[in-house]
């Protein structure tokens, strides 16, 4: 599906000179659906490894003793999603492959005319991944494309994230939170337990960091071409350290 000027195109839409002069309507890939679960045994797991191009979503369960990948949602059939689950001593790796979907295609038809093909694209799919509620020692997130969410329910002492274009929001427990995101805005808001470290950066977006139960706060704001707050409420026991920086977004740290 591809939106212009508020009209929905489905398949292959033909522009010539800023003007739609041709569509498919009835469109050249079909819609399908995917509604698959993988679970692997959590004992002794301390890092999880999620790598995916698609919507993800992670939260924690108290009854849990394993950990399941649920992958649902739309796609067109030019690609099937696959997911993986293994184990690897101590990690579990978990990732969708999506075989000739990138999202949305743009191809140069000639030196005045775009053809838009919506074939392939993985913005209808996500990845719900569910943990038990214990300490992991990392989770390490990876989405090129798409959204990253880590829920008020996961705990790890060290969560990294790495979107490309996609928003990252984080509400978990940790010590030490890296986040890199190019073109999206981060949001994390969490209730410190321990002393913890930031490294948070942003290329084009907007970044808001609130973090609880802090008493002192050596973190580093900065924005080279926005506006910055840094203005934490140190009413709280732990220690706050590291940095939170973005290029061309707003920065909050409160």
Same mark, same amino acid.
């Given at each position: 599906?591809?939106?212009?000027?508020?009209?929905?195109?489905?398949?292959?839409?033909?522009?010539?000179?800023?003007?739609?002069?041709?569509?498919?309507?009835?469109?050249?890939?079909?819609?399908?659906?995917?509604?698959?679960?993988?679970?692997?045994?959590?004992?002794?797991?301390?890092?999880?490894?999620?790598?995916?191009?698609?919507?993800?979503?992670?939260?924690?369960?108290?009854?849990?003793?394993?950990?399941?990948?649920?992958?649902?949602?739309?796609?067109?059939?030019?690609?099937?999603?696959?997911?993986?689950?293994?184990?690897?001593?101590?990690?579990?790796?978990?990732?969708?492959?999506?075989?000739?979907?990138?999202?949305?295609?743009?191809?140069?038809?000639?030196?005045?005319?775009?053809?838009?093909?919506?074939?392939?694209?993985?913005?209808?799919?996500?990845?719900?991944?569910?943990?038990?509620?214990?300490?992991?020692?990392?989770?390490?997130?990876?989405?090129?494309?798409?959204?990253?969410?880590?829920?008020? #329910?996961?705990?790890?002492?060290?969560?990294?994230? +790495? @979107? =490309? /274009? &996609? %928003?990252? !929001? $984080? #509400?978990?427990?940790?010590?030490?939170?890296?986040? +890199? @995101? =190019? /073109? &999206? %805005?981060? !949001? $994390?808001?969490?209730?410190?337990?321990?002393?913890?470290?930031? @490294?948070?950066?942003?290329?084009?977006?907007?970044?808001?960091?609130?973090?609880?139960?802090?008493?002192?706060?050596?973190?580093?704001?900065?924005?080279?071409?926005?506006?910055?707050?840094?203005?934490?409420?140190?009413?709280?026991?732990?220690?706050?350290?590291?940095?939170?920086?973005?290029?061309?977004?707003?920065?909050?740290?409160?």
């Amino acid at each position: 599906m591809v939106i212009i000027n508020g009209k929905v195109f489905n398949g292959n839409v033909t522009i010539v000179n800023g003007r739609v002069i041709g569509d498919d309507p009835i469109g050249t890939c079909a819609d399908k659906t995917v509604d698959e679960r993988k679970v692997e045994n959590s004992d002794g797991i301390r890092k999880i490894t999620i790598r995916s191009n698609v919507h993800v979503k992670v939260s924690a369960e108290n009854i849990r003793k394993n950990v399941e990948a649920h992958l649902h949602g739309s796609y067109f059939e030019d690609g099937k999603p696959n997911l993986l689950i293994t184990r690897r001593g101590d990690e579990i790796f978990i990732a969708v492959e999506v075989d000739g979907m990138n999202g949305n295609n743009f191809s140069i038809y000639s030196s005045n005319s775009v053809i838009i093909s919506s074939c392939g694209t993985t913005s209808g799919l996500n990845l719900d991944v569910l943990l038990p509620a214990e300490m992991f020692e990392e989770i390490s997130i990876e989405s090129k494309n798409n959204n990253i969410d880590v829920t008020n #329910s996961v705990r790890a002492r060290n969560i990294r994230v +790495d @979107c =490309k /274009n &996609g %928003n990252v !929001d $984080v #509400s978990a427990t940790f010590q030490q939170l890296g986040i +890199d @995101c =190019k /073109n &999206g %805005n981060i !949001d $994390v808001n969490t209730v410190a337990q321990s002393d913890i470290q930031l @490294c948070v950066v942003s290329k084009n977006g907007n970044v808001d960091v609130s973090v609880e139960n802090i008493g002192t706060s050596q973190v580093y704001v900065e924005s080279k071409n926005g506006s910055c707050k840094n203005s934490p409420r140190l009413r709280g026991r732990y220690t706050a350290c590291g940095s939170i920086t973005s290029k061309n977004g707003n920065v909050k740290f409160k």
